[in-house]
C-alpha cells in the first residue's frame, strides 16, 4: 500500500485541526436560546451568525468525509447539539403556494414593520408609487387583522390618508394606535369589533413603541391581539451622531453610549434590552385568559434568548406551516427572521406567507389562523 505524499498529510491533518476550534465555537452557539446575553458576552454573535456556524461546519465535515473517507462520516454527529437551534430558524417543509381565498373557520393576520409608510423618504422618487404598492398588497391579500409597527399618522402635507384608506376602502371600521409619540407608534386594525384596547408600557426610561394590545370579538368569542416592536439597534450606521439619530427623544438615557459605539457594540446592548422586553411580553401574556395573537417585529433572530423566552407556551406560524429560507429583514434576510406571528398553543396555523417584497425594510408576514376545537 502506498504512502501518502508527506504534504498532503499535512494538509489532511491542518483541516482536521482546524474544524476542532470551529466545532467548539459551533457548539457554544448551538446553546445559545439558553444563554442570557447579560450573563454571556458575544453570544449575541454566535445567535446571530448561526446559520453561518453551521455553514461553515457542516462544509468542514463534508471535506473531512471527502479526506478520510472510512467511517470518517460519524463526524456529521458533531453537528446534532445545533440541530434545535437550526430548526428554530428554518422550517423543512415543502414550498405551498399560497391560497388568497380563506376558509371560513381562519381569520388571516397580516403584520409589517411598514417603515413609516415611507412618509419619512421623501426624497426618493418612487415612495409614492411605493406606498400605494403597500396598500394594494394589502388589498390583495384580504386580512382580518392588521398589525403595524413603525407607523405613522399621515402627516398634514400628505396626499394620501393612510387610515381613512385602510377604514374606507379597505373595509377595518375598527382600529387601537397606540400613540406613543406624537402620531408615531403601533397599531391594530381590525374588520371585527374591538371591544377592549390599551397598552402596556416598556419599563425603559422612554421607549417609542409599546405593547398594544386589543380583545377582538369574531363569531361570539373575544380573542387578544398583541402587536409590538422592540428596540432598534440603530445599525444602519457605523458610526451615530444627532444628525443620523435625528429627535433623540427616546434615546436621551443612551444618547453618550450611541454617539461612541460602532454596530457590533450596539447589538450586544440592545439585545440585553430586548430580554428585558421579553420579559415584560410574557408577563402580559400569563395575565390574558383568552386566546391571543402576538405579531412583532423583534428585533431579534430565532436562535437568539430573547426568542426563546418568547417561545415558553407559544406557538411560531412559520414554524407550524411555513417552508424555506424566510428572513424577513430585507438587509440580511437568510439570517433575520425577526418579524413573527406567535400564537397560544389552542390556535392552529393553516397557511404561512412572507413574500419578499421591496417596498419596506421588512417583509410582510401573513398567517391564516384556526382556533382548536
Partial sequence: MTSQHPIFTFIKTSIAALGFPLIFIYWIGAFSGWMDPHIFTGITFLAIGFP?????????????????????????????PGSFNLFNTYSIRFSQTFNTTKDPQSIRVLTWNVNEFLFSKPEAESWKY??????????????????????????????????????????????FFSMDDLDYGTIIFSKFPIKNSGRIVYTQASHPESIAYADVEIKNKTIRIFNTHFRSMFLHHNKLSSAVLGNLKYVKEDTNFLFQSNRFERLEYYDRV??????????????????FIFCADLNAVPSSYVYQLLRQNTLDAYLENGSGLRGTYKKGSFLARIDLILTSIDWKTVQYYSPKLDLSDHYPVIADLQLSN
Wanted: proline content about 5%; charged content about 20%.
Fill in 274 to 291: 430586548h430580554t428585558v422586553q421579553a420579559q415584560q411580553v410574557i408577563d402580559a401574556f400569563d395575565d390574558t385568559k383568552m386566546p
Fill in 130 to 175: 411605493d406606498q400605494g404598492e403597500m396598500l394594494h398588497f394589502i388589498k390583495e391579500v384580504n386580512p382580518d387583522i392588521l398589525c403595524f409597527q413603525d407607523y405613522i399618522v399621515s402627516p398634514g402635507w400628505a396626499e394620501r390618508d393612510i387610515p381613512g384608506f385602510i377604514r374606507d376602502s379597505l373595509g377595518f371600521p375598527y382600529q
Fill in 52 to 80: 453561518l456556524l453551521f455553514l461553515a461546519s457542516f462544509l468542514w465535515c463534508c471535506i473531512i468525509v471527502l479526506l478520510f473517507r472510512k467511517k470518517s462520516w460519524m463526524v456529521f454527529l458533531l453537528l446534532l
